[in-house]
């Protein structure tokens, strides 16, 4: 009887071992599953090791014969060159460029990146995806980064921060880019994201009630207080006011991509357009080297502002301000061979 007990017991404790064994191996299944799908590729994007750098991936392939997509943003960086030189007088006013200059230049010290931010162009996306490089392994996902986050200055490095050997160092050295979009269709959409959005009340109170005060008469006491109902002719208005660019520069959101990115001082290496996102975008990516395992963001955005709709905005400016506003943006037009919208009637 007690020989057959022991062998009950032992064969118990050999039961529990073998559970347990499966149960360890389960949850290391069930843990490796888990990273996998945060990172399928099993790899550290951002200290990924590579014999080339950016800029010898684009002005130096490995095929001799270019691609067409190397001929296409060749091109666009010779528009953006000989619109520098033609307008010499106008766009090299101020020969140095200070350390403010510098602030919407996010580097990417791992992938030798510079990025040149410009809000209403994709912005927030971008931002995201250099959280992913530059934040060795914190990040895998972009679109898992809230928009608020991507927008906290302390997430990114920016080029200011840094001395002046190292920002020349960098300069030569790293890949620069930015991305571009048709001005006025981006100025509507900075209209209709700022001023036509309940819960932007910090942008209706430091600029709505400044611009209603200036171009609207007979306002209301609460219209002036509140400044949440700005109509696009009064920011039209407010924009080409003189006293508005005497008094201090433009928000980013409206301020021209030559001013935010300064092209005609800093060499860019490739110009990315919005009408085509996804595809300069991954470029960008592939130069860099991650392109194998990381893809810019898309996602069908129904409320995104169209050409048919900056058209709409702009039937009630008159052909003065629409001739006036133009100028202001007329660099900008130029330097990313943005054709003069058929729908404006300039004098």
Known sequence: MKPALLEVMRMNRICRMVLATCLGSFILVIFYFQIMRRNPFGVDICCRKRSRSPLQELYNPIQLELSNTAILHQMRRDQVTDICRANSAMSR??????????????????????????????CTNWKRLMMVLTGRGKYSDPMEIPANEAHVSANLKTLNQYSIPEINHRLKSYMKFLFVREPFERLVSAYRNKFTQKYNTSFHKRYGTKIIKRQRKNATQEALRKGDDVKFEEFVAYLIDPHTQREEPFNEHWQTVYSLCHPCHIHYD????????????????????????????????STRTTDEMTTEFFQNISSEHQTQLYEVYKLDFLMFNYSVPSYLKLE
């Open 270 to 301: 490739l110009v990315g357009k919005y009408e085509t996102l996804e595809e300069d975008s991954n470029y960008v990516l592939q130069l860099a080297g991650v392109g194998g395992y990381l893809k810019f963001p898309t996602y069908a955005k």
């Open 93 to 122: 006013k101020r020969r140095v460029l200070t350390p403010n200059d510098l602030k919407h230049l996010v580097v990417d010290e791992d992938h030798e990146l510079i990025y040149c931010y410009v809000p209403k162009v994709a």
